[in-house]
């Protein structure tokens, strides 16, 4: 299996904002597409697609740039059977003193726990963030262990 670099601009040559949906049918072409409306306020939805690649441990959530333009890539996320890492070596698996090694203590926006006792570490970049996710109750910095990443875009540079 490929191992895929990963940062805070994409995976390997997928990037944020910058991939289409024809680019990544052309690059995994046994993925599994599906349709969804978005709501984005008012009582207004948009179209957007999500694209799967299970065999890799990858799931890539697109919006449309304009209105009735084509389809991007504005989330990537990797869940436990993806081989990636960053290009230090931090992914799934790796532990909380890892993730500050690479990224720094200042880059860090919080580590919360959610209803399901699930904790995330959110590092800010350009053009998106990433999430680091630990699914355990309680999890704390001596037990951290990243089991989920998110790559999200925000629209700052469309």
């Not at 799934?92 to 990224?103: L, Q, V």
């Not at 590092?123 to 355990?136: K, M, W």
Request: proline residues 1%; charged residues 25%; positive net charge.
């Amino acid at each position: 299996m490929l191992t895929d670099i990963f940062s805070s601009e994409g995976i390997g040559d997928i990037r944020i904002y910058k991939t289409t949906l024809k680019e990544l049918k052309r690059k995994y072409p046994k993925c599994k597409t599906e349709r969804y409306r978005e709501s984005i306020g008012f009582g207004i939805s948009t179209a957007a697609r999500a694209v799967y690649v299970e065999d890799r441990g990858i799931s890539f959530f697109l919006e449309r740039k304009k209105w009735f333009g084509q389809f991007y890539v504005n989330v990537i996320s990797i869940d436990s059977t993806f081989q990636g890492k960053t290009s230090t070596g931090v992914g799934i698996g790796s532990a909380y003193n890892e993730i500050i090694a690479e990224f720094g203590k200042n880059s860090i926006k919080g580590l919360q726990s959610g209803r399901e006792y699930v904790s995330f570490l959110y590092y800010d970049t350009s053009p998106a963030s990433i999430t680091f996710r630990c699914s355990a109750i309680k999890a704390d910095t001596n037990s951290f262990k990243v089991n989920e990443i998110y790559i999200n875009g925000w629209k700052k540079e469309w």
